[in-house]
């Protein structure tokens, strides 16, 4: 989601800050009492100690002033500043009175120095950043109304706290251009853009691509592209989340859903093996949006277009919403069923093949785009409780890695599936059980997470040849239509689960939405299926299955959701 926005902090004896999306209260318009420098708490070799507000700090040399505040809980407003991006000092909302210097400085550049007295809250202070809050508004449009970033923008945040409530400007105000593609999926209301240069700066720092420019002059200049380059680069949606106003809009949130009705969920992207931190915003049982969530260790700030519109295909791709069976083996249609038929069946169909032909003639694919908890109880049940002697794991690859975040392995959990003992993922592997199946070696398959026509390796008759085909996922793909027993389950964001990157962090991916129609996590359907031969233990949720897999996998060990938190935590060898 756009950048967390942060009420002017007030003393810790006043009134309650307001929950989040509600006007937050002002702030005083002088500070506390500084104590003496002499008070100052003392600094190490590479550090300084100051006081902010008559609160002590100390920070590392080259801290500047509103980080140094930020570290002692108190957010000095700005615009132009973000952590991820060069320093601007274009916006001046930042401004702060320090002592011995006669002018206010920015915060956002102006470096911490041992023994400095900052004042972010006095009456000047407030007189300028009222006066910027009112320069900026003269030639802003008045429609929050219909703009997707109210409840996110700075702008109305900041009035609240520095605003007049009125406007002095009787003026026509500048006109710009308004609603209009900058990008494949971005839009631009010039009107609304107040120069601050974040999306610049974002462009010719983090993916350098460099598409977009000030052009213009004075109350004239206009962010815009350059001839022939739209902002279409791979991490283009960026350049939204950091927009402190309703500048630019991601074409395909537009007018979906006010954000004060969003439920931002904390979760994993699935996209790919960089495992990128991402909030869900739920809202009415659907995703409409998911947005980078901060974390220094594995995304920073940012996430790629692809993944930012992953979700999308829980909404456009066909859904199952109930166990189906196939009334006669070889011809029948597929028929709805209940839960327990369709597992009796699937179970009685997987042991007449290893009753006629050996458990040699069972196999089973399983997807590296499952969680940890799935696939362990894929390893549990597959290959000990029913014995499928050859377990595959599909690789899924496309393009090349980047230097940012793109990876060219689309699968989440790789390295989990390795971890867990399935093997990492092998095209040889899958290749052999298929052209297995062709031949009528094996004569029972059953497919987890995985649409094995779609990659076109093989074909819907040598599907047809088996005697078994069992197939677990969360939509009806082709390999659904043609299965014998089909059983739903849930779709990315329906889940609570695990999932470890390509560098060796797990982290935990979480439900937003509820399942649809009898959807149930892969590890509860290969649970109750298990059961069908001999398998104890309870598996009661998602963090119990875990906590067996990280008593008995030493690269796990010691690993919980608790320990795991909102950040992950690294597997042992990563």
């Known amino acids: 989601m756009p950048e967390p926005f942060h009420p002017v902090p007030i003393p810790p004896t006043g009134p309650a800050p307001a929950p989040p999306g509600l006007r937050p209260d002002r702030a005083p318009s002088e500070p506390e009492a500084a104590p003496p420098a002499a008070d100052l708490p003392p600094a190490g070799p590479d550090e300084v100690a100051l006081l902010i507000d008559g609160r002590p700090a100390v920070v590392k040399k080259g801290t500047t002033v509103l980080e140094a505040a930020a570290q002692v809980g108190l957010i000095i407003p700005h615009y132009c500043y ?26 956002c550049a102006t470096s911490a120095a041992q023994g400095m007295i900052v004042r972010t809250r006095t009456e000047r202070v407030r007189a300028t950043r009222t006066g910027i809050q009112e320069f900026l508004l003269i030639n802003h449009p008045l429609d929050c109304p219909i703009c997707d970033q109210a409840g996110e923008c700075r702008l109305q945040q900041y009035e609240a706290d520095y605003g007049k409530g009125y406007s002095r400007f009787d003026e026509e105000k500048v006109h710009f251009p308004k609603r209009y593609a900058i990008g494949r999926n971005v839009m631009f209301d010039a009107e609304r853009c ?4 974040r999306c610049i700066r974002f462009c010719d720092e983090i993916s350098r691509t460099g598409e977009l420019t000030l052009l213009e002059r004075g109350d004239h200049t206009i962010v815009g592209t350059f001839p022939g380059r739209p902002l279409d680069n791979l991490y283009s949606g960026n350049t939204v989340d950091i927009c402190p106003v309703g500048a630019l809009t991601w074409k395909p949130f537009r007018f979906k859903a006010r954000v004060w009705f969003l439920r931002n969920v904390p979760s994993v992207c699935a996209g790919c093996a ?10 009415r049982n659907r995703i409409h949006r998911m947005t980078p969530r901060v974390n220094m260790d594995v995304n ?38 209940a839960w327990e038929e369709a597992l009796d069946r699937a179970a009685d169909l997987l042991r007449e093949v290893a009753d006629g032909s050996g458990r040699n003639a069972l196999a089973g694919i399983v997807s590296a785009r499952l969680s940890v908890e799935d696939l362990y109880m894929a390893k549990k049940v597959l290959g000990e409780a029913i014995g499928i002697p050859r377990l595959a794991v599909p690789p899924h690859e496309s393009g090349e890695d980047d230097d940012l975040l793109i990876r060219r392995d689309r699968t989440p959990n790789a390295r989990g599936a390795a971890l867990i003992g399935l093997g990492a993922p092998d095209v040889r592997r899958v290749r052999e059980i298929l052209q297995d199946a062709a031949s009528g070696r094996v004569r029972g398959l059953v497919v987890v997470g995985e649409d094995i026509m779609e990659a076109g390796i093989v074909a819907a008759e040598a599907l047809d040849r088996l005697q078994a085909l069992v197939v677990i996922d969360w939509w009806k793909s082709p390999t659904v239509d043609l299965a014998h027993v089909a059983l739903p389950a849930c779709g990315y964001g329906e889940f609570d689960g695990t999932l470890v990157n390509f560098e060796g962090r797990a982290q935990r991916a ?10 149930e996590p892969v590890w509860r359907v290969l649970r109750d299926l298990g059961r069908r031969f001999g398998l104890g233990g309870e ?34 060898g990563a």
Request: proline share 7%.
């Open 194 to 197: 107040i120069k601050c240069t």
């Open 510 to 519: 979480r439900a937003a939405v509820r399942p649809r129609g009898e959807a």
């Open 539 to 572: 598996y009661a949720t998602a963090s119990g299955v875990f906590d067996e897999a990280a008593a008995v996998l030493p690269p796990i060990a010691g690993l919980s959701y608790r320990v795991l938190g909102s950040l992950g935590a690294l597997v042992k």
């Open 300 to 337: 920073r700030y940012w996430m790629c277009d692809e993944g930012r519109m992953s979700h999308a295909a829980l909404d456009d791709r066909p859904r199952f919403e109930g166990p189906l069976l196939r009334a006669a083996c070889a011809t029948g249609p597929l028929q709805p069923a």
């Open 274 to 283: 960089r495992g990128c931190n991402v909030d869900l915003a739920e809202y």
């Open 82 to 107: 973000h952590p991820g991006l060069s320093v601007a000092g274009n916006c001046r909302m930042c401004l702060v009175e320090i002592e011995k210097m006669p002018k206010l400085q920015i915060g």
